[in-house]
Structure formats: structure tokens, C-alpha cells
């Protein structure tokens, strides 16, 4: 679960409160995706190149335009006082489970 994931990877190993995904939301999921679409076109002898994929439920955001901040939705949404993540097997929002 992608809040679960920004625990881990926020200031549990020394980085940004912002983690992975929250930092994808801030960028805008679409500029993370052209990013991903550039560096597959351009670095096509990369060790790497075959990881350069956008995710199908990330794809499903962005053709749904929850693009993250900017449009108030992507991987997190916040409604009222709640805050929502993105649950990828229901592929709908619910609580977060940041604790």
C-alpha cells in the first residue's frame, strides 16, 4: 500500500517526511510519467531500461486526471479532515493507515 511504503521509505532510513509516493503527488503523476516515458525512449541501452515502466494503476490516475496535488487527487486525497490513499486492489480511495 503506497502508505505504508512512504513510512518506510520517509524518515524511518533519514529521508524526506515525503517518502515515494507523496513525493510522486507533488511532482504531479504525469510529470512523472513523461519523465519514465523519456528515459525509456532515450536510454535504450540502460541496464535499467526494462524496469522503465509506469505502473497500470498509476496509468489509471492520470486517464482518470487525478493527477496528484495540483488537482487535488492522485495517489493521496484529502477530504475534510480525513486523509485517503489510493487502494490499488480496491482501486478506490479509503483511510489511510499512517500511524
Not at 45 to 59: E, L
Not at 71 to 84: C, H, Q, W, Y
Amino acid at each position: 500500500a503506497p502508505d505504508v511504503v512512504d513510512l518506510l521509505t520517509g524518515p524511518a532510513i533519514g529521508r524526506p517526511k515525503s517518502a515515494t509516493y507523496r513525493t510522486l503527488d507533488i511532482v504531479g503523476l504525469d510529470t512523472f510519467s513523461h519523465v519514465v516515458n523519456t528515459m525509456t525512449q532515450g536510454l535504450p541501452n540502460d541496464p535499467w531500461h526494462k524496469y522503465y515502466q509506469v505502473a497500470g494503476w498509476i496509468k489509471n490516475l492520470i486517464d482518470k486526471k487525478a493527477l496528484g496535488q495540483k488537482t487535488k487527487a492522485g495517489i493521496f486525497k484529502r477530504v475534510g479532515t480525513d486523509n485517503l490513499v489510493f487502494d490499488v486492489q480496491k482501486n478506490d480511495y479509503r483511510a489511510s493507515e499512517e500511524k
